[in-house]
């Protein structure tokens, strides 16, 4: 157990306040844009972990996360102005 | 050893960064707003924790270890890409949010996109 | 539809591969082969969509250190400079923020001049391009939607936000 895991720690509770707004959000635009802010302090979180553990495969997990998180952006963003 | 102090102190700066965002995207008046804070997570929120990483990476390669180039190449690729991707996503989802209908409760100073209305 | 030119189909060929060999970093003969023929499938497809106007344009050394410039040295400090400015907002008590949606002009001609200060303005917190529109002239105009809107005509405005950005884009793609 070094700082790594402390910082990671504190990422993944950033993403859990970022939930909230998830739950609360008026409107559809405002879960999308937190959503995809849980994505991206996952995907920090990850990367802090690998360098912790010292496995390659959280790496890969978080480029997953990343690309999927923007896909899933642009998806709705094109839902919701009716052109998908 | 003193990589490994470099490292802590670019997720330091990630942190507080991180922090600023979520308290932003928590505090904000409207969705607009919202997404402005929602940038600074994407931004130095990540790349604080990804410099940082490469920093750590390289100690792990001077230090002797094999996968410390795995780790470089693939944090290298994990930012790069988010550098690309994070503006289309929040250009998109703006636009697509002033299409959809969403505006703030108190009104906008100007609006510009409003007053040239057009379809495409 | 536009058909795929060489030029393009080989730089996204190029792309391709190089992702695909610093993601499996291995340099096994069956690897290698997989991962070209995939990406020959993938940029027979995508290229159209990848490249629009001439590909090789970077490997001029002059747009390419402009381009390292930019992104090294220039670009960071205004992200910085934003990104606190923009946190300094969020962690206020009082909450100063005045915003609102303005129409700015550009200086760039090229399509990929145009992309890139747009992406470049979405990436900087307090500032994201919501639409690009050319007028009669061809002139092309951002519509920004921006945290505390400043007074002023629309080129001071431009100037407030695009600060030295809009002429290190101009090195790189004029």
């Given at each position: 157990?070094?700082?790594?895991?402390?910082?990671?720690?504190?990422?993944?509770l950033?993403a859990?306040?970022?939930?909230?707004?998830?739950?609360?959000?008026?409107?559809?635009?405002?879960?999308?844009?937190?959503?995809?802010?849980?994505?991206?302090?996952?995907?920090?979180?990850?990367?802090?972990f690998?360098?912790?553990?010292?496995?390659?495969?959280?790496?890969d997990i978080?480029?997953?996360?990343?690309?999927?998180?923007?896909?899933?952006?642009?998806?709705?963003?094109?839902?919701?102005?009716?052109?998908? | 050893?003193?990589?490994?102090?470099?490292?802590d102190?670019?997720?330091?700066?990630?942190?507080?960064?991180a922090?600023?965002?979520?308290?932003?995207?928590?505090?904000?008046p409207?969705?607009?707003?919202?997404?402005?804070?929602?940038?600074?997570?994407?931004?130095?929120?990540?790349?604080?924790?990804?410099i940082?990483?490469?920093?750590?990476?390289?100690?792990?390669?001077?230090?002797?270890?094999?996968?410390?180039w795995?780790?470089?190449?693939?944090?290298?690729?994990?930012?790069?890409?988010?550098?690309?991707?994070?503006?289309?996503?929040?250009?998109?989802?703006?636009?697509?949010?002033?299409?959809?209908?969403v505006?703030?409760?108190?009104?906008?100073?100007?609006?510009?996109?409003?007053?040239?209305?057009?379809d495409? | 539809?536009?058909?795929?030119?060489?030029g393009a189909w080989?730089?996204?060929?190029?792309?391709?591969?190089?992702?695909?060999?610093?993601?499996t970093?291995?340099?096994?003969?069956?690897?290698?082969?997989?991962?070209?023929?995939?990406?020959?499938?993938?940029?027979?497809?995508?290229?159209?969509?990848?490249?629009?106007?001439?590909?090789?344009?970077?490997?001029?050394?002059?747009?390419?250190?402009?381009?390292?410039?930019?992104?090294?040295?220039?670009?960071?400090?205004?992200?910085?400079?934003?990104?606190?400015?923009?946190?300094?907002?969020?962690?206020?008590?009082?909450?100063?923020?005045?915003?609102?949606?303005?129409?700015?002009?550009?200086?760039?001609?090229?399509?990929?001049?145009?992309?890139?200060?747009?992406?470049?303005?979405?990436?900087?917190?307090?500032?994201?391009?919501?639409?690009?529109?050319?007028?009669?002239?061809?002139?092309?105009?951002?519509?920004?939607?921006?945290?505390?809107?400043?007074?002023?005509?629309?080129?001071?405005?431009?100037?407030?936000?695009k600060?030295?950005?809009?002429?290190?884009?101009?090195?790189?793609?004029e």
């Open positions: 157990m070094t700082e790594l895991t402390v910082f990671a720690a504190i990422y993944v950033l859990l306040l970022c939930m909230i707004r998830v739950a609360k959000g008026p409107s559809v635009v405002d879960r999308a844009v937190a959503a995809d802010s849980v994505d991206i302090l996952t995907d920090v979180a990850l990367v802090l690998a360098l912790e553990s010292g496995r390659g495969i959280y790496l978080a480029l997953v996360t990343a690309i999927l998180g923007f896909m899933s952006m642009v998806c709705v963003a094109r839902y919701l102005e009716g052109r998908l | 050893m003193i990589l490994r102090y470099v490292s102190a670019f997720v330091v700066i990630g942190i507080f960064f922090f600023a965002g979520t308290v932003g995207l928590l505090r904000m409207d969705a607009f707003c919202r997404m402005q804070s929602s940038t600074n997570i994407s931004t130095l929120g990540l790349y604080g924790a990804v940082g990483g490469l920093v750590k990476a390289i100690s792990m390669i001077v230090e002797g270890y094999e996968l410390g795995t780790m470089l190449i693939k944090i290298a690729l994990i930012g790069l890409f988010s550098i690309l991707a994070n503006p289309i996503g929040g250009h998109s989802i703006a636009k697509a949010a002033y299409k959809h209908g505006r703030p409760e108190k009104e906008f100073v100007c609006d510009a996109y409003g007053e040239d209305e057009f495409d | 539809m536009k058909k795929t030119s060489f080989l730089a996204t060929f190029v792309v391709c591969a190089a992702f695909w060999m610093l993601i970093l291995s340099l096994d003969p069956q690897m290698l082969i997989a991962g070209a023929a995939v990406s020959a499938l993938v940029a027979l497809f995508a290229g159209r969509f990848f490249i629009h106007e001439s590909p090789f344009r970077l490997l001029n050394p002059k747009h390419l250190f402009a381009l390292l410039g930019y992104v090294l040295v220039v670009f960071p400090i205004e992200l910085l400079k934003a990104n606190l400015d923009v946190a300094k907002r969020a962690l206020n008590p009082a909450l100063p923020i005045n915003p609102g949606i303005v129409k700015v002009p550009s200086e760039m001609k090229s399509e990929y001049g145009q992309a890139m200060l747009a992406n470049s303005i979405t990436l900087t917190p307090g500032t994201i391009t919501m639409d690009v529109a050319e007028d009669e002239q061809g002139k092309a105009w951002y519509y920004i939607h921006w945290i505390d809107v400043a007074e002023g005509t629309a080129e001071q405005q431009g100037d407030a936000i600060g030295t950005l809009e002429k290190w884009v101009g090195r790189i793609f």
